[in-house]
């Protein structure tokens, strides 16, 4: 089992920018995917980025491309995402996602990520 326990959300004007950190706890971090979605409301939960556990490979979708970035810790069992230059359609839940894959596989979809956080609310106002 994996435990995840997301952090920073909150409100933001456009343009501004927000650092999400999410604590892992229960297995070992180091052989974890983790990824980053989020779900607006009456939206799909939707890819924002990813990060293998070896390499790292990292992965993102063009919406987000160039200003989020995602990055991990493994002494502090932590997986941050920068995010910069907001916009109001990023307005969402944002949730931590972590699967156990003994390679560089950085999955965009929710169904292949076991393990989520609680998610935090990341508002941005125009």
């Known amino acids: 089992q994996v435990q995840l326990v997301e952090s920073g959300g909150g409100l933001v004007q456009a343009g501004g920018s927000l650092r999400l950190s999410c604590a892992a706890s229960g297995r070992t971090f180091s052989i974890l995917t983790l990824g980053w979605f989020r779900q607006a409301p009456g939206k799909e939960r939707e890819f924002v980025a990813a990060?293998?556990?070896?390499?790292?490979?990292?992965n993102y979708p063009n919406s987000v491309k160039g200003r989020f970035t995602i990055s991990r810790d493994n002494a502090r069992n932590t997986v941050d995402l920068q995010m910069n230059s907001l916009k109001p359609e990023d307005t969402a839940v944002y949730y931590c996602a972590a699967v156990a894959v003994m390679n560089t596989i950085v999955p965009i979809t929710p169904g292949a990520y076991p393990y989520w956080g609680q998610g935090t609310q990341v508002t941005v106002s125009s």
């Open positions: 990060i293998s556990w070896s390499g790292p490979k990292t």
